[in-house]
Every structure is written in C-alpha cells, then in structure tokens.
C-alpha cells in the first residue's frame, strides 16, 4: 500500500519528524473536501434562489394586493355612476312632470313629442342595481349602464324640445298679455257704453263703437297696454285723437282729448301718460271716448277692462 509522507520542519527549517498516510485515504480526504465544497456551493445557490422567489412572492403578493384595492376602486366607481344616473333620471322625470303642470296651469297644449319622454314606445327605466356584488355581475351592470345613458340622451333631447316649446308659447302669452288692453285708460263717470243708442245730436238710433268716460278737463290719460303710437292729431267729429298699435290684432283709439302727448311712431308701455281729456271735436262736455279693435272689428272694451 502506497502511503504518502509529510515533513514537519522546526523553525530553523531541519526535517525532525516524517509523518505518512495511506494514499487512498489520502486522496478520500481531498475528494471528500472538495465534495463538501460542492454541497456546500449548491446549497448556498439553492438558498439564494429559494430566498430571490420568496422576495418575489412578496412583490408578486404586493401587486396581487394594489391590483385588488384598483379593483375595488372601481367597483365603487361604477357603483357611484351607476348611482348618479338613477339620480339624472329621477330628475329628468322630474323636470318633466313639472313642465306638464305648466302646461296645465298655462292652458297649453300637449306636446307630442313629451309623450314618452325616454323614446317612443319608451317607459321610465328601471333603477339600476347599486347595491349587488360587481364581481359576479360586473359586464351585466356596465351593460345596462350603457343602455340608460342612451335612453338618457334620447330623454334629453326630448325634454330640450319640450321646454324649447313651452318657453316659446309662454313668450307668445307674455307678448299677447302685454299687448291686450287691460285696464282703464282714465278716471271717471261712465257716460254711455258700447252699442247701439240713441245720438244726442241726430236722434237716431247708431252703433257707439266705444266706451264714454267723462270726468274734468285735463284728467289723466294712461295706456292700457304696451303698443306703438299710429295716429296721433285731429280727425273729424272725435277731434283730437290718438290711435295705438298693440299688435295680435288689437288697436285701441282715444278721442275728444284735450292734449296729446305723444307722437306717431313712439311707444308705449302700459300705464304710461299718454294724452289729457278734452272737449274737441263735436262733445257734449270733457269726456274720452275710449275704443277697442280686435282685427279691424270694434268691440266692447269693458269686456278688457280687469281693474
């Protein structure tokens, strides 16, 4: 059997001591080492692995997470517009029932278009589901939501041609309103009314075509209504007189009057001071003599007279 020697030398470097192994246990030894060494170095690379995944099944565990709460963020998102498109529909029908009252109060009437407000054959949708869990009916409620804002746009539409309408045709009512004469044109004593009687200077029976109302010269005269001055000077048997343009048909014209003040082409609005009462003209005594056209046709002003 082989063996190996080693020398141990003394510190002045002369051999004292041979010591000898084998050859096999020799070189055992060194494949023993080195196979430590290996197994050594192997688990040192597995620790490193197993400790790399595990720190990349924290980061791997940390996105899982943010990834969750965005998810629930949104959830509560959908739900949130989910909940503020119940509240828009709520409101549009609401808007709607209250422009129908309007209509109602205003004598208006009924647009076509506002029969169903959501569509034609359309009814109020349902309330969308706020309160159910997103992860199992997620695509479902985002569908919906989708469908409703479309029915919503159409309701929109629908309500901006309502209203649109219902501006317009109370404008009309404003204008028309401003325009009919409605109160008394002057203070006084009803004299002699519309219609026929018998004429204090022929004595035979004719058609008054306004209203008498006497009272002392220079008494006030107002406009009954908003209007535009058309004729404004003398003019045969009623004298002085002054004719107003109302528009919608209506014309009123004032005689007898003592001064005028206003001129052809001025307007008026109701209450103004237009003209003073006089005794032009062929008059029994100061008086107006107040007239009412309604599209040419003279008609009874006391049926315009509120005050």
Request: proline share 3%; charged share 20%.
């Amino acid at each position: 059997m082989k063996k190996v020697s080693l020398f141990l030398l003394t510190n002045t470097g002369t051999r004292t001591r041979q010591i000898s192994f084998p050859s096999l246990l020799f070189h055992s030894s060194i494949f023993l080492v080195i196979a430590c060494l290996i197994i050594l170095g192997f688990f040192m690379y597995d620790y490193q692995r197993v400790k790399s995944a595990y720190s990349n099944s924290e980061l791997l565990e940390q996105r899982v997470a943010a990834q969750q709460d965005l998810i629930a963020g949104q959830h509560a998102q959908i739900q949130n517009f989910a909940s503020e498109i119940n509240e828009l529909k709520a409101q549009l029908v609401t808007l709607n029932n209250f422009e129908e009252k309007i209509r109602i109060i205003a004598n208006l009437d009924h647009v076509a278009e506002q029969d169903n407000l959501f569509g034609v054959g359309g009814s109020i949708p349902e309330d969308l589901m706020t309160n159910t869990d997103l992860s199992n009916r997620h695509d479902g409620l985002i569908r919906e939501m989708h469908e409703q804002v479309d029915q919503l746009e159409i309701a929109s539409i629908n309500q901006k041609k309502g209203l649109s309408t219902l501006l317009e045709a109370l404008e009309g009512q404003k204008n028309l309103l401003a325009c009919t004469p409605a109160i008394r044109p002057t203070k006084g004593w009803k004299t002699s009314r519309f219609g026929y009687r018998i004429s204090p200077f022929t004595g035979r029976r004719e058609l008054h075509k306004g209203l008498d109302i006497a009272n002392q010269k220079g008494t006030d005269i107002i406009a009954p209504a908003d209007g535009i001055v058309k004729f404004a000077g003398k003019k045969g048997l009623l004298g002085n007189i002054l004719v107003i343009d109302h528009g919608h048909g209506f014309l009123t014209r004032y005689g007898h009057l003592g001064k005028i003040l206003k001129k052809r082409g001025e307007k008026v609005k109701r209450g103004d001071l237009i003209a003073n009462m006089g005794n032009t003209g062929r008059s029994t005594g100061p008086h107006l003599h107040y007239e009412v056209h309604l599209n040419g046709v003279p008609v009874n002003p006391e049926k315009y007279i509120l005050n």
